[in-house]
């Protein structure tokens, strides 16, 4: 339905990996774990890095673009960056352009692309996040997801009808978030016109055979249920790469890769050398198989939105089961404001509707301990397994999982299992 010609080309002249990942649905903590390889409750990254949160990257960690640096890459970032501190997401050259206007945004990438060194360009576009002002007056008006009525130089406005969209499973068919969807709509096929025009741009630098592009998404899409959840739609992402040494074209991969593994993959693919222990690992020589062996199974880490949304959720997928660890459940789930201010969500609370989605509101606003789902027989999630003894034995073996995967990462929440500290220090003073 959404019109992303630009982006569709660029699936059919690469590989669209399916089973992609963030490991935590918010932008910042998102955002640190694709530029280090390494999971935000180890760097403490934990949510975002709005001054007031005091959220930053320790100072000891390497980043991707200070590796690529060093290496002798010339590095240059565009639009969104919620990063800190920059010592460590340190880019040689930062371009100033509205990060809506993502043609504006690639005509300012132009020296970047015709540069005599080789080059990495983080591209980070603020649609299709929410626009401000968050909240509607009145209530019931769909947030503007960035579009304006003038529009933007040189985009061809597309819009879309509130009854011709898509809604999701997960979220509500009702008119207000119809109309929400639409305006998401519009966001998205503006980026595809400046991925486009940037697209274009490399291939008249003459680099396009020479240069890896890879689109991706910090996290899932702005509405209740996905953003700022661990569920699939939170964390289960667009990925696209188009490497022009990999054939066939036009692939579909199956592999479970995760952002963790972005930066490892990027080091291998520049044959840069880093002495890092990283938490992922490079894809980069199944990138061109449909079902690759041994890539099965990832992990996501959530502990933070904002610093007042303390709701830390760790997960494992493996092959088609999911476990979710909520290691705050006794806390009522906690919503970031603008999605709390979204039409779509205050139609259902002022309704005082009892169901979202395909989920009760309840049952989202209170999550049990554990979590437990089957995703091929249940992909929207509903029916926990945890409590059926029958799934006892997966049950068991996915929480040896995470338990191992939180204790090789040094996950300080991994006191919340048996009150056992992982952190250099028990925390109890003398």
């Not at 998404?217 to 289960?236: C, L, M, R």
């Not at 995760?258 to 490892?264: A, E, G, K, M, R």
């Not at 199944?286 to 933070?304: L, M, V, Y």
Request: proline share 6%.
């Amino acid at each position: 339905m959404i019109k992303t010609p630009n982006l569709d080309k660029l699936a059919s002249e690469g590989v669209r990996f399916t089973n992609a990942y963030c490991t935590s649905a918010s932008c910042a903590a998102s955002r640190s774990v694709i530029l280090t390889g390494k999971f935000g409750h180890a760097t403490g990254s934990y949510g975002h890095t709005h001054d007031y949160h005091h959220f930053s990257t320790f100072d000891t960690i390497q980043s991707l673009p200070v590796m690529l640096e060093k290496a002798g890459y010339y590095t240059a970032r565009i639009g969104k960056y919620h990063l800190a501190p920059e010592s460590v997401y340190h880019f040689m050259e930062v371009l100033p352009a509205d990060p809506r206007s993502t043609f504006e945004m690639a005509e300012k990438c132009k020296d970047v692309l015709n540069a005599e060194k080789p080059f990495f360009l983080y591209f980070c576009t603020d649609d299709p996040h929410r626009g401000a002002p968050f909240e509607s007056d009145p209530w019931y008006l769909p947030n503007n997801f960035g579009n304006k009525p003038e529009g933007y130089p040189d985009v061809n406005t597309v819009k879309y009808d509130p009854k011709d969209v898509i809604v999701p499973s997960f979220l509500p068919d009702t008119k207000e978030c119809r109309e929400e969807l639409a305006e998401y709509y519009q966001s998205c096929s503006r980026i595809d016109q400046g991925f486009g025009k940037l697209m274009a741009m490399l291939q008249a630098s003459g680099k396009a055979e020479n240069t890896i592009v890879i689109y991706i998404s910090d996290n899932g899409i702005a509405f209740p249920g996905a953003k700022t959840t661990v569920y699939e739609p939170g964390i289960k992402l667009p990925c696209i790469i188009k490497d022009p040494m990999v054939q066939p074209k036009g692939l579909v991969n199956n592999a479970l890769i995760s952002w963790v593994d972005l930066t490892p993959t990027i080091l291998d693919m520049t044959g840069v050398k880093s002495t890092e222990n990283f938490h992922g690992r490079s894809f980069k020589n199944i990138i061109g198989e449909e079902n690759p062996a041994g890539w099965d199974e990832i992990f996501a880490s959530h502990t933070f939105h904002e610093i007042t949304m303390y709701y830390p959720m760790r997960v494992v997928r493996s092959k088609n089961y999911k476990l979710i660890f909520n290691t705050a459940y006794r806390l009522e789930y906690p919503f970031a404001s603008d999605l709390w201010a979204s039409s779509t969500w205050q139609s259902i609370y002022r309704n005082k509707v009892a169901v979202y989605g395909k989920r009760k509101v309840q049952d989202y606003l209170f999550h049990p301990e554990f979590e437990l789902f089957d995703l091929a027989a249940d992909p929207d999630e509903i029916h926990n397994l945890a409590s059926d003894k029958s799934y006892k034995a997966v049950l068991d073996s996915m929480q040896e999982k995470l338990k191992t995967f939180q204790r090789s990462t040094f996950d300080p929440w991994y006191i919340m299992w048996n009150h056992e500290s992982v952190m250099q220090g028990t925390g109890v003073g003398l």
